[in-house]
């Protein structure tokens, strides 16, 4: 909970900044992001009680997690996914980090296009990291989303051990984030295939708020109800389409609590979902148009059993009727059948809208992953805990069993992940450094809507075409397909009178239209070209830009 404050805390409090009209700088940002990190951990700290084993396992899921994840993008810890969803994120941390004020100006939408009405908790929090980081918005995305997936494997953890029967070795709920390698593809794949920046971070508050479910389940513990309701709020304001099951999931269990006062019930409800309908409210205001973003289409896998791992259906099936016949469980089905629910509705919506593939539905996937886990390693406990009533088995057998059970199926999961790294990241990323650096030297000096690109993927020029130099969205070239295809670009470039300027990733070219430029600045790998002949762009370069050399 330490490590989420801020994560949860610091986006909240930039948007109440710029709703009060003041610019939500890096600085005092940085130091709100260490009190809330303080002060919670203060509060906790006070309140909980030690739990050496949850320590450990907590803190060895994030922090190989976290290592492996940042490896897999080093050295230069850019994005590893692509997809048009990536470099429109990337166009409102451009619009947040040049300005530290949030999208008010009803032109801006001709640039940003839906982003100027998105959700903007992720932006603001990689924007922020950036900063922080003396880097900027693009080279810290990589490390933000892969920080918010290991600090969701130590949610899982704690979720696990809840789950476990007493007599259960408590280092099975290491199991978890294991079987989550199971099914890469909903594990990683929203950053690591796609670029769904904004998915990805509400995962992490949405994870929070089942944790804090089952804990309140558990306990009845209020502060479990104001953990819910903070993550609640920060959920929605990066992506509110993942709010909904955790927040139907809590509204079932609360009001279904016969036991206790009606009054209480109600008291309850009200701490749950307060901050949750405050930033709702907030953001919703003058907003009731990107309602329409529930019908809408687009690129996301389609659920099977291949894609989840047959391990995982097979043992997460048989933890959901464990879970459903256990008190300490019922959160948990409560969330996932959420879950389901949520992604029904919305296939109806996009069938009403006539999108050709239900997109949001099918993001629901990535949501089910996590309870899909947790159900699993229930089903793990009971196995252990009705072999353990026919066998007795000593506490420390018990412990060696569980970890050589945890070992053995993280040997099996990660072995197709080693052997095939393309199951990760199964195209090339959109992005790279040099043509990163290239086309800022391009934006700084020459005029934006006279470059062309001279690139081995169209997901690339769609990058740097908007997120690099800032061309509009709305406008007849940023429209047209053929704007980003690299064949269509190399002809172009060959015939006269095409545009003056070209970003150029030399390694995609064949060598005879390489040998055909006129270098105006090299980046490694990228470079800067001038049209030799005549030109159909009347723009020039501005005043500082360099000679050819």
């Given at each position: 909970m330490s490590l989420l404050a801020p994560a949860a805390l610091t986006p909240l409090a930039a948007y109440a900044a710029d709703l009060a009209g003041v610019a939500f700088t890096p600085l005092p940002m940085a130091a709100l992001a260490a009190m809330a990190f303080l002060f919670c951990g203060a509060l906790l700290f006070r309140r909980a009680k030690p739990d050496g084993v949850g320590l450990m396992l907590g803190a060895a899921a994030g922090a190989l997690l976290l290592a492996w994840l940042l490896w897999l993008s080093a050295p230069s810890l850019l994005p590893l996914g692509t997809g048009p969803d990536l470099t429109h994120h990337l166009m409102l941390v451009r619009h947040i980090e040049t300005h530290w004020r949030l999208v008010h100006d009803p032109a801006l939408e001709q640039s940003l296009g839906e982003m100027a009405h998105y959700t903007p908790g992720s932006h603001i929090l990689v924007a922020l990291a950036g900063a922080w980081s003396g880097t900027d918005g693009l080279r810290a995305m990589h490390g933000v989303q892969a920080w918010t997936v290991a600090l969701k494997a130590v949610f899982l953890v704690a979720v696990c051990l809840r789950l476990l029967p007493p007599r259960a070795p408590r280092l099975l709920a290491a199991l978890g984030p294991v079987l989550l390698l199971e099914s890469p593809r909903y594990f990683l794949g929203g950053f690591t295939e796609f670029g769904f920046l904004a998915q990805v971070v509400a995962e992490l508050p949405a994870v929070a708020m089942w944790w804090a479910l089952v804990a309140w389940a558990d306990s009845r513990a209020d502060l479990a109800l104001g953990v819910f309701g903070a993550a609640g709020a920060a959920a929605f304001l990066a992506w509110p389409v993942?709010?909904?099951?955790?927040?139907?999931?809590?509204?079932?269990?609360?009001?279904?609590?016969?036991?206790?006062?009606?009054?209480?019930?109600?008291?309850?409800?009200?701490?749950?979902?307060?901050?949750?309908?405050?930033?709702?409210?907030?953001?919703?205001?003058?907003?009731?148009?990107?309602?329409?973003?529930?019908?809408?289409?687009?690129?996301?896998?389609?659920?099977?059993?291949?894609?989840?791992?047959?391990?995982?259906?097979?043992?997460?099936?048989?933890?959901?009727?464990?879970?459903?016949?256990?008190?300490?469980?019922?959160?948990?089905?409560?969330?996932?059948?959420?879950?389901?629910?949520?992604?029904?509705?919305?296939?109806?919506?996009?069938?009403?809208?006539?999108?050709?593939?239900?997109?949001?539905?099918?993001?629901?996937?990535?949501?089910?992953?996590?309870?899909?886990?947790?159900?699993?390693?229930?089903?793990?406990?009971?196995?252990?805990?009705?072999?353990?009533?026919?066998?007795?088995?000593?506490?420390?057998?018990?412990?060696?069993?569980?970890?050589?059970?945890?070992?053995?199926a993280l040997a099996l999961a990660a072995r197709p992940l080693l052997a095939r790294p393309r199951l990760l990241h199964p195209r090339p990323p959109a992005v790279s450094l040099p043509l990163?650096?290239?086309?800022r030297w391009a934006r700084a000096r020459l005029p934006a809507s006279c470059v062309e690109y001279l690139v081995g993927d169209d997901e690339t020029a769609y990058w740097l075409h908007l997120a690099v130099l800032g061309n509009p969205r709305a406008s007849a070239r940023s429209a047209d397909n053929s704007t980003y295809e690299p064949a269509?670009?190399?002809?172009?470039?060959?015939?006269?009178?095409?545009?003056?300027?070209?970003?150029?990733?030399?390694?995609a070219l064949p060598r005879d239209v390489r040998s055909e430029l006129d270098v105006m600045q090299s980046f490694g790998t990228a470079a800067i070209a001038r049209r030799r002949g005549p030109s159909a762009c009347a723009a020039a370069p501005r005043a500082d830009s360099p000679p050819i050399r």
């Open positions: 993942y709010v909904g099951p955790p927040a139907l999931a809590a509204g079932v269990l609360i009001a279904s609590r016969g036991r206790r006062p009606f009054a209480r019930r109600v008291r309850d409800l009200a701490v749950a979902f307060a901050p949750l309908a405050l930033v709702a409210a907030a953001f919703a205001i003058g907003r009731l148009g990107w309602l329409r973003l529930a019908g809408t289409g687009g690129l996301a896998p389609w659920p099977s059993i291949a894609a989840y791992g047959r391990p995982l259906v097979v043992l997460s099936a048989a933890g959901l009727l464990v879970a459903a016949a256990r008190e300490r469980g019922r959160a948990t089905v409560g969330f996932a059948l959420a879950v389901l629910i949520q992604a029904a509705a919305l296939c109806l919506v996009a069938r009403r809208a006539g999108a050709p593939q239900p997109y949001m539905a099918l993001k629901m996937g990535y949501l089910l992953l996590w309870p899909m886990a947790a159900c699993a390693v229930a089903a793990a406990g009971e196995a252990w805990a009705w072999l353990d009533r026919t066998v007795r088995v000593s506490r420390a057998w018990g412990n060696a069993a569980a970890v050589l059970v945890a070992a053995s990163y650096e290239a086309g269509d670009a190399i002809v172009r470039w060959l015939t006269p009178n095409g545009l003056p300027y070209a970003l150029v990733d030399l390694p």
